[in-house]
């Protein structure tokens, strides 16, 4: 029988979501459910003084204005996560005050309309530099279970770090992180070259087509039951259990269907609709709409880098100096600082480096997580100067990335040794392709840029379940929530494991109450962890399926084979039994064996960081400044390519994402703080006519605890893809773009300055 | 820390049933539910010549009014499992016609008025030795695919069973079976006294609270869903699919919280709400009424029992031959007849026995489990006839019994060797009891009688799962339906194994979707068989927590014991870590152990016959012919009792039962077939003022399969009831009732016969 891994097969979801038969968390049927509709701050920070409710209530149809003082919530502290209505300041204009309730959606929006909040407006932080000073205004003020937020200010040791030199900063100041190794300046000064730029990168929208939505009702027993468009179950019972004080058995999640999440769905509406559901005790739906999804859901933040690198003539990098500014907007629970300053490294070797990070509250919106959170920002400014450092060193930036690329057991300036990564492979690939082979030979206007980039993969504990039924078919039950295909692929982990047809198995997703534990999908872990969990769980159930076979064949285990769903002897075929025949021997009344089950658990010793070389070929309009992508390759190292239908449409989606933060993407707030790309009218993303074909070269350089090999695939193809476009910017124009997104004003800004300084473009 | 086993403590699920806020199957709350209700047969055998649905097509609200035909029936075959809607003909008076669907309840009872269905009377067959003669008229028209129900007329072999004798036989005989061992002659010759009696038993009803019920509907995807006061979520998913011709994975069944079921709760309803919604593409309810369930439902079936035995002075038992005629209504897919040819040797050995049994339609009901089914009709029988035999050796009752009692290893009349039975020791503990050492100086009129019985206890494969959760609390999950507090078991089973309280587990019941196998809840088998896998499942975390704990206090696993959730080294109990503390260890992102879970199976070698003995003593009124029971004991071998509260819930359940099988409940029909005690106001069963206190006595005999030496406990404390009842009235009044129930008109005539006959009443 052929294996089944390689093979590319498409979604198990997709005809049932693309005949529109999916239920998601917004279309749950349930008689007697409200409809909340939430009054949103129209103030980008402002003291509460006043909310109105009487005429809301008045309208026919709403059954409650729920506030803060309302909602049974026990958790103490600010911050969204403690906070799902507003208690007494607003911190960002979008940010939730109310929630109106009411028999219908138009009755519960009616009601919000005429909610009268009266605020004393304070001032709005929106300098991202300018909030650090000390002295700033604080975009929150702090409570006292916040002190550590104004700690910083003066703490000289972040946390795990190493000594912070002092500084005066002000409170907006959250965190600050230190990582230093070796000498940089005597680094700087034996370079041959030393760049340096400072980097900036806009708020993003993750702009999945389903807004977020929870519905929330009680069950018998008082178990608060959430359907949700989360990305973790589990992770979201464990907060609604701590936010309201509930054992962790009397909360119930349901992940329902995803139209899309990249990192963003995670407890922004459960709260909300569990908590309504518990003051009323009746079900509650709330389904943001897309312009409030855009004002009060969590993009990806804002962030500055500024960046020295050096290196040598022969190749080798010498010194990298960062200092990183993230904004978190209004959110104190955590930021990307730490993250972002391990990934500014690059996939590279230092002799020498320093980096600063900074994690900054201003009165934005509350960030979350988008597809590599932190990354992206990082390898655009790392890139863009390695770029810059070929130049002037006149290095083949492939050759000149490759000399310096890591491999495992190399630290990086995590302080951490990298396990098995592919960045020289992805290189190595690239420098084949087409479009860098004939990067010299373009029409004028046109450049090719190169840039690589990884993500280090999440690693969580994870465990799956398996049971063989009465029709010799697998059943495979996990937690997870579906975001990328990966019940499709534990199909055929589970199917090669026991040598059957992926069709033969059947994966389940249960809820909180049931299923075996999987952590939140992201951090592109789900095929790497529960993957093996699955592959695990399937080979218990083998080993079962063979001794019941050796047993009735009198053959013994090690004879046997499983080929097209049938256990037979090797050599002897004939001599065989059907796995459904193996099935209901094991499920027979009086019989003497077990029924065909697994159990799989895994604790991975390590992640499996994923890299991705992109090749983007543009051409620049210099009347206008458009950068129009002409060719676009990533190549892209996948541990082992389950299913390379969807690691290429992973790989796709990524390069697509990328070409969104590199050209178009930008949630623009005015100088009030108030959101003014608030819809797709006025948030542009790359549009298929804006996307060319994207070549995808699949590496493969296995993940010795992945499933077969595999590594996680989903956030990897977005890293280097802003850089790359960046890199071939510059090859067709001589400028030099350092704030995404690139769009064509501020290109065309750009090549007029540089016309202005009429200086020759570099070669 | 004290062990949980053998601690009494109350059912999880009785707070919630007691108050009202169990969600039963008729409970299910569903937008768009349609309501199902019946055109039953108000003819006992006809053919249906036409069914008029334009009528009730026009009562507003109907729906649709399905009939056979319109069923999305692919399973070939009559028969009620084939055929949920009669087809061309009637079996029974109250056989499921059509189903009037509607958007209310009154609405499809409206229309179920006015369906008219044209019938061809077809000759009722009732009696039940009448039917098996040659030349009878058939009960029902044999189908090409049941002609298996013709060949008995001339099969010279059973199945399974030895060579049977010639006899002509009508084709309402649908199953004959001969079980013979030794010289049956030569045993009773060699008997020093034989007797012989020919025993009648009646149809009874299950009187479960809450009557049938079904709730169904069709989920994105096509999954036919169906939420049942189902015994068995396994058995209706496996059936229902074949009967729909759906693949399994396309059906999901949830055994909702049953209000009794007592064997009768399988399959009856759920086909009907099932097509219905498959139909109709809409959620459908059927719930019977009680009347309905009356008429149209599985009672246990009427028996003829004709037995001799021998026995010789020294005691010791000869021969034993029976004739077995089990009705089995309109039920062609299987009979009592053979269990009850097993159950008819009872706990003793013989040296001689033939045993035939013939299983035979009649246009009664069709029939179905009642706790212990076949049970007391043959131990009503035997041990009636064992009191006689003693009485004319002038033997100890109990001494004779004990004499001939089996154990472990002794050859049963089935052929098989018997396991551990604590027949013995039931026996041994009611001997000491003060009802039967005062029976000889009891008031005239009063009298004591015991009787012994056993449930071979059913054995099926098993398994279940278990996880720990963050907060230190394990769930365990199973597919059972829990009938008896088998969940509240399982808590108690998994506490001990892992050395916390049951009030740390939680136990859940999946749906078969995604849960762990698990077969009906029947048989007596449950804790027996899933108890054991959750035995092991506990057993599979309880190491793997002994594994985390071992590795981070750094002590050898066998160094460490769990005591009130607590890991702690043997004799350092301060060096500990709290259950909560592994599983946040075990959770942990990028943390170095597995989730904390277990998975276990089961395939016992043996099923565990549980034996009891019961003493009634009785008041007989001669003016009219009432039995009062004064006191009553049982005395039940449960191998470990587990919970007592339970297990003597159980005892004084099943000997309730019996004393309504013994004195009031009975199933009538007209000579027409027409059910006429089709009301709780005409059926009578055992009202609390009718039932004395009852002792329990529990026995302790393992079973070395079961979870901690147990075993079913459900189905033995009914068996021995009827017997013990029949002959506390004997030592009363000198008659032998031979007919259940003994209302007082029967003993009343039985009295009066006796005295006509001037006979003087044995000591």
Known sequence: ???????????????????????????????????????????????????????????PGVVAVLTADDLPVVAEGSGRSNEPLARSEVVFSGQP??????????????????????????????????????????????GEEDASGMESVHAAVGAGEQELPEEELSGNVLKRS??????????FETSDAVV???????????????????????????????????????????????????????????????????????????????GAALVLGRPVRLLLTRSEDFQASNPAPAAIFELRVGARRSGELTGLDARIVCDR?????????????TLVGGPYRWRAFAIRSYGVQTNRVTFGAYRGPGAPPAAFALESLLDELAAQLE????????????????????????????????????????????????????????AVGYWPGGNEPASAACRLDRDGRLTVVTAVADMTGTETTFAAIAAEVLGTTPENVRVVAADTASAPFAGVSGGSKITYTVGRAVERAAEQARERILYVASEELEIAPSDLEIVDGVVRAVGSPDRSLSLEEIAQKALAWGGRYEPIAGQGGVAQPSSAPAAAAHLAHVRVDHETGEVEILRYAVAQDVGRALNPALVEGQMR?????????????????????????????????PTAERVPQIDTLIVEVPAPSGPFGAKGVGEAPVVAGPAAIANAVAAATGIRPRQLPMTAPRVWALLQEASTRTETPPA
């Open 178 to 187: 230190f990582r230093e190794e070796g000498d940089l300046e005597a680094a």
């Open 329 to 341: 907007g209004s959110t104190i629970e955590w930021g990307l600082e730490d993250i972002s300053s």
């Open 395 to 450: 290095l083949d930036p492939i050759e000149f990335r490759l000399q310096n690329a890591v491999v495992e057991g190399d630290v990086g300036v995590s302080g951490r040794a990298f396990p098995v990564i592919g960045a020289r492979e992805c290189l190595e690939r690239v420098r084949e392709h087409p479009i860098w082979l004939e990067r010299n030979s373009l029409p004028e206007d046109e450049g090719v840029g190169v």
């Open 653 to 685: 989606g990524g390069a697509t994402q990328a070409i969104g933060w590199a050209l178009y993407e930008e949630l623009r707030y005015d100088e009030h703080g108030q959101l003014v790309t608030g819809s797709f009218l006025d948030y542009a993303i």
């Open 196 to 274: 340096s730029g400072r980097f900036e990168t806009s708020w993003i929208y993750q702009s999945y087509l389903e807004p977020q939505t929870a519905t929330a009702w009680i069950e018998p027993g008082g178990v608060l039951v959430v359907s949700a468009s989360t990305q973790g179950a589990f992770m979201s019972r464990n907060e609604l259990a701590d936010l309201f004080g509930l054992p962790l058995d009397k909360v119930r999640v349901r992940a329902a269907p995803l139209g899309g999440a990249f990192g963003g769905k995670l407890m922004l509406v459960e709260p909300l609709a569990a």
């Open 97 to 142: 005050i109310a929630l109106v309730v009411a028999e219908s959606e138009a009755a519960a929006e009616d009601g919000a309309e005429v909610v009268m909040v009266e605020y004393e407006s304070l001032e709005p932080v929106l300098d991202l530099e300018g909030a650090m000073r000390p002295g700033a205004p604080l975009g929150r003020h702090p």
């Open 1 to 59: 029988m052929d294996s089944v891994i390689g093979v590319p097969r498409p979604r198990t979801d997709s005809p049932e979501k693309v005949s529109g038969a999916t239920r998601y968390a917004g279309d749950d049927v349930l008689p007697g459910l409200l409809h909340g509709w939430l009054v949103l701050s129209t103030e980008a920070h402002a003291t509460i003084v006043s909310i109105e409710k009487e005429a809301a209530l008045a309208v």
